[in-house]
């Protein structure tokens, strides 16, 4: 079983639109979360971490379930510059510090 | 450096013949990682680097793989008798310490083309 699992989409969504990304994580001694974005032919780039309590940065707003072990993303008001891929990444709970990715989740916001 | 660097950004190389791929990381930053990712593919970890404690190797693929860490700073990954299979994009990323609430930052990465 994949340490982190995520939709891979594609997910087309026109301007404006809300849109929301889950990803479950199979380890519960995982202890870090973050999502990260990534555009095409480029390296990923940290978007935002991802707290027990929630937290919001603008337009997006990531949630943490430990219960249910499942990241979540949600991006309000979608901009045709949120088109990328967005990686949810998971960290501890496995050997060493190492950081598991999901596939990544596609989005494309058409205009 | 202000970000981490990788060198080369490209490489093409032919089967059977030995590549290096250098990472520069973030100064001050004591994790470094490798991984590479397919086209089309998630990132798949290689090898973790951690201060002067043994990596964590448990990534690489097989035994044509090594990675070494100079003096606690610089990286190079060495694939030996290129195959195929390892044309990917190899990227680095480095972190301030160990797990923490930063994430890490990556390279731009190297993209290898066996042919």
């Known amino acids: 079983r994949k340490e982190v699992e995520q939709d891979p989409g594609p997910f087309n969504v026109p301007e404006g639109a809300t849109v929301a990304f889950n990803c479950t994580y199979s380890?519960?001694?995982?202890?870090?979360f973050f999502w990260y974005r990534q555009d095409c032919r480029k390296e990923p780039k940290l978007l935002m971490s991802?707290?027990?309590s929630g937290n919001e940065d603008g337009r997006f707003t990531a949630q943490l379930n430990r219960a249910s072990q499942y990241i979540s993303l949600l991006i309000r008001d979608s901009k045709l510059s949120d088109s990328a891929t967005y990686l949810c990444?998971?960290?501890?709970?496995?050997?060493?510090?190492?950081?598991?990715f999901g596939t990544g989740t596609s989005l494309t916001v058409i205009p | 450096g202000a970000g981490v660097s990788q060198s080369p950004s490209n490489k093409v190389t032919e089967k059977g013949k030995d590549v290096e791929l250098r990472c520069d990381p973030i100064?001050?930053?004591?994790?470094l990682y490798w991984y590479r990712q397919s086209l089309g593919q998630g990132l798949e970890f290689l090898i973790y680097?951690?201060?002067?404690?043994?990596?964590?190797k448990s990534g690489l693929p097989s035994d044509r793989f090594s990675a070494e860490r100079t003096g606690g700073s610089v990286s190079t990954l060495t694939i030996q008798r290129t195959q195929q299979e390892d044309s990917a994009v190899y990227l680095c990323?480095?972190?301030?310490?160990?797990?923490?609430?930063?994430?890490?930052?990556f390279g731009s990465g190297t993209r290898l083309t066996v042919v």
């Open positions: 990323a480095s972190s301030l310490g160990t797990a923490g609430t930063r994430g890490y930052t």
């Open positions: 380890n519960s001694a995982s202890q870090s």
């Open positions: 991802v707290y027990s």
């Open positions: 990444v998971v960290i501890g709970g496995g050997t060493g510090n190492q950081f598991y």
């Open positions: 100064s001050g930053h004591t994790a």
């Open positions: 680097f951690q201060g002067n404690s043994a990596p964590d």
